[in-house]
């Protein structure tokens, strides 16, 4: 079977067309600047990437030239539009109402909608991008795989706020959690690869990408998750600032002479690792600024490293012990330096490195020692095939 996976931004769009039966990816590629100029990125398996800058007015537009690049006569993965048996979206809100995936059908469509006021930004675009394929791909059976719906299963405890109950009743407030296709697909691929009965497992996820984010997994279910209603809570991130004191969002917004949206913009867009090195949010960056004696960016990778330790040990509370520990994403996968801060930090847990498995990026890994009390790997992660699997399992 052969799976369309499409994650719509508001003015990007990545694809990846996936052979389920094989897991191969028979083409991949982004449309960017969409509504603005528009650039296409297409690249089918084993061949040179093709970019080219055709009008994309729309997502609609988008579409449409993935689907003639899939199938164009000379380069396409595909003869015709009929080999596309599904289309997987993924959907960043799902609010309480969804749990798992769901085959895309109008109630649904309608219950995402629901959710819009949660992810203003992101749900209207995923919606725009489902709407799209629905036009131009009538018929062909759809699946929406949420980043919230693994964190479903949170025990209440750990997901109100100490807020007045009334805003989680009257709106919804609460912590929701995100990537949680990515904590849902390690999760169950390090007790695979370490041979452990998931049903009987301790599992912390770290998911450390410029978006950042761990997850305590009990036998496999979600029970706490560092995210919260927006992905601004939790980690120090690449330009995302994670948790701090709320009352710093009167203080700037005074001293700055900011309002609600200006603060934001700058836990958002300016705080993080690149807020304090005041360099880079990326960690290629800021190895490099810290090598040459740069102390704001040995002072970024110190707090990132620090922060995540400190979440990892609040999830050995949370889990009541931990049997593995899983680093993922762009730099769980490749920032040796990282993982090592932060192993070193849980030395109490009798984890010990292997230094040398540890200097290794991007693959399924043991780094800690065979001796460790807890197993520590590389697992990256893959969000696009965790999507595609789902799409199947709902459709067939
Ligand atoms: P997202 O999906 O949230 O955009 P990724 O998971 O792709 O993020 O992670 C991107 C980040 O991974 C980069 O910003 C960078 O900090 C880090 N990264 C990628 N490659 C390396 C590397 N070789 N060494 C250190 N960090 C890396």
Redesign the pocket.
């Known amino acids: 079977m052969n799976v369309l996976v499409i994650n719509c931004g508001s003015s990007s769009l990545k694809y990846q067309l996936i052979n389920s039966d094989t897991e191969d990816v028979l083409a991949k590629g982004l449309c960017e600047r969409i509504g603005i100029d528009g650039q296409l990125t297409y690249q089918k398996a084993g061949e040179e990437k093709e970019v080219s800058q055709p009008a994309m007015p729309t997502h609609k537009e988008a579409i449409k030239l993935v689907l003639d690049a899939l199938v164009n006569p000379k380069t396409g993965a595909i003869k015709e539009l009929s080999e596309v048996d599904a289309v997987g979206h993924r959907i960043v809100h799902g609010g309480e109402k969804f749990a798992s995936s769901a085959v895309i059908d109008d109630d649904m469509i309608k219950a995402v909608e629901e959710c819009n006021d949660l992810a203003p930004l992101h749900n209207p675009a995923n919606l725009i991008g489902i709407n799209a394929c629905k036009e131009l791909m009538p018929g062909v059976p759809m699946v929406g795989v949420f980043d919230t719906a693994f964190h479903q299963t949170m025990p209440k405890k750990a997901y109100l706020y100490g807020l007045p109950y009334e805003y989680y009743e009257k709106y919804k407030v609460r912590r929701y959690g995100f990537h949680g296709t990515s904590h849902s697909f390690v999760s169950k691929h390090i007790a695979k690869f370490l041979g452990m009965d998931i049903n009987n497992s301790k599992i912390i996820v770290a998911?450390?990408?410029?978006?950042?984010s761990i997850s305590a997994v009990l036998n496999g279910k979600c029970i706490d998750t560092s995210m919260g209603l927006t992905p601004l809570e939790g980690l120090v991130?690449?330009t995302r600032s994670g948790d701090i004191d709320p009352a710093i969002m009167e203080f700037i917004a005074n001293k700055e002479n900011l309002d609600i949206a200006g603060v934001m913009e700058v836990l958002n867009k300016k705080s993080g690792?690149q807020g304090i090195s005041q360099t880079s949010?990326?960690?290629?960056?800021?190895?490099e600024g810290m090598d040459k004696g740069n102390d704001k960016c040995e002072a970024a990778i110190e707090v990132f490293s620090y922060r995540v330790a400190k979440y990892i040990g609040a999830y050995v509370a949370a889990l009541n012990g931990v049997d593995a520990i899983a680093f993922?994403?762009?730099?769980?996968?490749?920032?040796p330096?990282?993982r090592k801060k932060v192993m070193e930090y849980l030395g109490y847990l009798g984890i010990s490195i292997d230094e040398e498995a540890n200097g290794h990026?991007g693959e399924d890994l043991l780094i800690s020692t065979k001796d460790s009390k807890v197993k520590v790997c590389i697992i990256p992660?893959n969000e696009e095939l965790a999507i595609a699997r789902e799409t199947v399992a709902l459709v067939k």
């Open positions: 998911h450390l990408g410029n978006g950042a991130m690449g690792v949010s990326d960690f290629r960056d800021l190895e993922t994403a762009g730099i769980g996968e490749n920032a330096l990282v990026r992660t």
